[in-house]
């Protein structure tokens, strides 16, 4: 069992950064793939980047350039860095942490909600 806690989050002028942070309780295993994922009111939930234990990143395109995805291995935590943020990356993000080897494996944060806004 994996819980997920997201911090980070707030309300940020546009063209402003944000770095939200997820701590995962439990052990990491092989082929663990976390990443962040964004949902807004009446919209489904969307991959806003993800990174394998190998450290190999994957991003939305609309994220491109501007949000970066970290990990530290030694203290189980999740970072994404967002810069040059928009109105339209106004979201609550979700960590998530999955395993393609069992799919059993899969887990939500709580979430945490970001506002981009003047």
């Known amino acids: 069992q994996v819980q997920l806690l997201e911090s980070g989050g707030g309300l940020v002028q546009p063209g402003g950064s944000l770095r939200l942070s997820c701590a995962a309780s439990?052990?990491?295993?092989?082929?663990?793939?976390m990443g962040w994922y964004r949902q807004g009111p009446g919209k489904e939930r969307e991959l806003v980047a993800d990174i394998t234990i190998g450290g190999r990143t994957n991003y939305a395109d609309s994220v491109k350039g501007r949000f970066t995805i970290s990990r530290d291995g030694a203290n189980n935590t999740l970072y994404l860095q967002m810069n040059s943020l928009k109105p339209e990356d106004t979201d609550v993000y979700y960590c998530n942490l999955k395993n393609s080897w069992y799919s059993s494996r899969n887990y939500w944060g709580q979430g945490t909600q970001v506002t981009v806004s003047s």
């Open positions: 439990g052990s990491i295993i092989l082929n663990d793939v």
